[in-house]
């Protein structure tokens, strides 16, 4: 994969925490500035530091483990967050949405993995010019029905080039994909023997799977994972068969289930989807981390996401208002963890205090625990995708917090 055209990022009003004196500038303009008393709050920082650590983690494992990446990219949709992961191998580029396809490819981008079933009309037109027009150039799709085969076909009847798709399995109750191997085998002879649709693989998520977390959870992963390598071994096809399974949860179990052992003499390549671990967080995957921990000796990503913000308020004993909120953060695998304080008037960065987050708003955020009025606390984050689409562009940091450069987001 060669990496993206970066579109021009000008700092503008649209920009938050951006002050007024950096209008017009570039991310160069800004380099040297820090992260926290140059900026306003509400104000998203990466830290350069444990995202190469992050991308090299992962680099590591799928080199050890015969795996391709193809990051879910859905997760930041930032060209430069995307660059690195190119840099450190990445074989594709995964999205969810026809959109973030079209995005991408924009961009440059020369092979993507749309993990979802494409039934747009308009969508299924775009991507089958861009694929006739560039020889250089494929997306996959998933199937997991007869009329979504059907739509294919139609829609693509008279292409010239065959349309790749990937079976996709799922599990009853969860998401897309097909929920019984037979149904799969079947739409898999049925692709074999369309004129305009290529049989390239077999893909599925374990991260739909519910449940405690437990080493009961973890024996359920492993069992989808050895259906959907099953379901590999039966529909084996041509001289590179994709298997692409995986999140930022269950890396270790992929790992372990369709690692060099399986591959071997099998002409396939098992891609790794994981998005989150490029940037991790402080709850929401850390947990699942912690789990895997208890089997495996764990990768461990570090969280490289911070989310500064500062005390408004403090209208009654221990009860402090912070200007993040909803607009700011996604709250849907809990609320941001205090790590940093920095004391009005104060250029030392200390631990935060004991306390936590217990209610937001669109704008404020409710902190239980001892601040005061003009303190500025740095929180982590949990589940970065519902962080990342929340802001257009943020600052990159080093541990000092000195602004190294931009990234923009694409949403």
């Known amino acids: ?18 002050p007024p004196s950096m209008f017009g500038t570039t991310g160069a303009g800004v380099v040297g500035r820090s992260g926290i008393l140059d900026f306003l709050t509400p104000l998203l920082l990466l830290g350069q530091e444990p995202l190469r650590h992050n991308l090299l983690t992962l680099q590591q ?26 840099e450190h191998g990445a074989w594709a580029v995964t999205v969810a949405t026809p959109s ?4 991408l490819r924009e961009l440059g981008a020369e092979r993507i993995l749309l993990a979802n079933e494409l039934v747009e009309p308009h969508a299924i037109d775009w991507l089958a010019a861009e694929m006739a027009d560039d020889p250089n150039f494929t997306c996959y799709c998933y199937v997991d029905s007869a009329d979504g085969l059907d739509i294919l076909e139609k829609r693509l009847d008279g292409c010239r080039r065959p349309f790749p798709v990937l079976i996709e399995l799922g599990i009853p109750g969860g998401r897309t994909g097909v929920r019984d191997s037979a149904h799969a085998l079947a739409f898999a002879e049925r692709v074999a023997a369309s004129p305009v649709l290529e049989l390239a693989g077999v893909g599925g998520f374990e991260g739909v799977i519910g449940g405690e977390l437990g080493p009961r959870l973890l024996e359920e992963v492993r069992a989808y994972l050895r259906r959907l390598r099953a379901l590999a ?8 068969f994709i298997v692409t399974v995986g999140g930022s949860a269950f890396i270790e179990l992929v790992g372990e289930i369709l690692g060099p052992e399986w591959q071997a003499g099998r002409p396939v390549r098992v891609v790794l989807r994981s998005g989150c671990y490029v940037t991790h967080d402080s709850l929401g995957y850390q947990r699942f981390r912690d789990l895997v921990g208890a089997e495996y000796e764990a990768l461990r990503f570090q969280p490289s996401l911070e989310l500064w913000a ?10 402090a208002i912070v200007d993040f909120g909803k607009r700011d953060t ?10 940093h304080r920095l004391r009005r008037g104060s250029t030392e960065i200390e631990p935060a205090p004991p306390g936590e987050v217990f209610a937001c ?32 562009l943020f600052p990159i940091v080093d541990k000092e917090y000195r602004v190294l450069g ?4 694409m949403f």
């Open 310 to 319: 500062s005390v408004l308020s403090c209208p009654e004993p221990g009860l």
């Open 100 to 103: 973030q396809a079209i995005a």
């Open 406 to 409: 931009t990234a923009q987001t």
């Open 233 to 240: 071994d039966e529909t084996l096809s041509g001289s590179e």
């Open 1 to 18: 994969m060669r990496p993206l055209r970066l579109p021009d990022a000008r700092i503008s009003a649209r920009h938050k925490g951006f």
């Open 361 to 392: 708003n669109d704008q404020h955020a409710y902190f239980r625990g001892g601040l005061e009025v003009g303190d500025r606390v740095g929180f982590g984050i949990s589940h970065p995708c519902t962080t990342f689409d929340k802001w257009r």
């Open 330 to 339: 996604g709250l849907d695998s809990g609320f941001p963890v205090p790590l």
């Open 61 to 86: 494992f799928c080199a050890g483990r015969g795996l391709s990446s193809a990051p879910h990219v859905k997760t930041t949709m930032s060209p430069e967050i995307v660059n690195a992961q190119i």
